[in-house]
């Protein structure tokens, strides 16, 4: 089965840094995938990984340990337009077929 | 910048009745999907299509549950006959591969009454 952990809720200031944590455990793994959704919109793509170690792009990076089930998601210099859902997803394919299967997100409120 | 467009953006529906969720995808993708999200949950899958046909699809896409591809642009998908707990959330995402960034159209907002 799919099993994504990530913490629900997170408050950061204005200007600072934030890393958000994910967990997963699946079969089939094909990449692991980060969106920002805001509320009532839908989720626009961040980042993706498929191998182990870190992507940067732009103020945000994102960070893969496929031995350990393990991604995060750094945001830097923070701005108040970057309250948002932050969710990770992970990419399973098998079969001819691909899919995403999302967390719950965390909700990240930056504060000034 | 292309993007996926999805119609309409809200619709309300009495109880039993047959909904379409109609989207056009992004034009050069070639995988195409559902996805739902109710009130304060998570997104999850419904169905994957590719070369015309179904690839995947999870419990919740049920018989009730259909897509099609009627055309070279349009991807819909049906709902039968709604129940409540169809209420949520439907975004349609388009990838150009496995493997690559699904783009997620702005979603329309299904309320069954």
């Known amino acids: 089965g799919q099993n994504i952990d990530q913490p629900t809720e997170m408050t950061a200031t204005e200007g600072a840094i934030v890393q958000i944590n994910c967990t997963y455990q699946?079969?089939?793994?094909?990449?692991l995938f980060w969106y920002q959704q805001h509320a009532g919109e839908a989720p626009t793509f961040l980042s993706y990984?498929?191998?182990?170690g870190l992507e940067e792009k732009g103020r945000f990076s994102s960070f893969l340990s496929r031995s350990k089930g393990y991604s995060y998601l750094l945001l830097k210099e923070l701005q108040m337009k970057d309250s948002a859902s932050y969710l990770c997803?992970?990419?399973?394919?098998?079969?001819?077929?691909?899919?995403?299967?999302f967390g719950k997100g965390t909700k990240l409120s930056v504060i000034p | 910048e292309p993007e996926v467009t999805q119609t309409p953006s809200h619709q309300v529906t009495q109880m039993g009745q047959e909904v379409i969720l109609r989207c056009v995808p992004i034009?050069?993708?070639?995988?195409f999907y559902w996805y739902r999200q109710i009130l304060g949950q998570k997104v999850e899958f419904l169905v994957s299509?590719?070369?015309?046909?179904?690839?995947?699809k999870s419990e919740i896409f049920d018989d009730q549950f259909s897509v099609e591809r009627p055309d070279g642009s349009n991807f819909t998908l049906k709902i039968r006959s709604t129940k409540l707990e169809d209420s949520a959330m439907y975004f349609c995402?388009?990838?150009?591969?496995?493997?690559?960034?699904?783009?997620f159209g702005q979603g329309t907002r299904l309320t069954v009454v």
């Open positions: 034009s050069n993708h070639l995988y």
């Open positions: 699946t079969s089939g793994f094909n990449g």
């Open positions: 299509f590719y070369n015309n046909e179904i690839s995947e």
């Open positions: 997803a992970v990419g399973r394919s098998g079969a001819g077929s691909y899919q995403l299967t």
């Open positions: 990984n498929v191998l182990d």
């Open positions: 995402a388009s990838s150009a591969g496995d493997g690559t960034e699904a783009f």
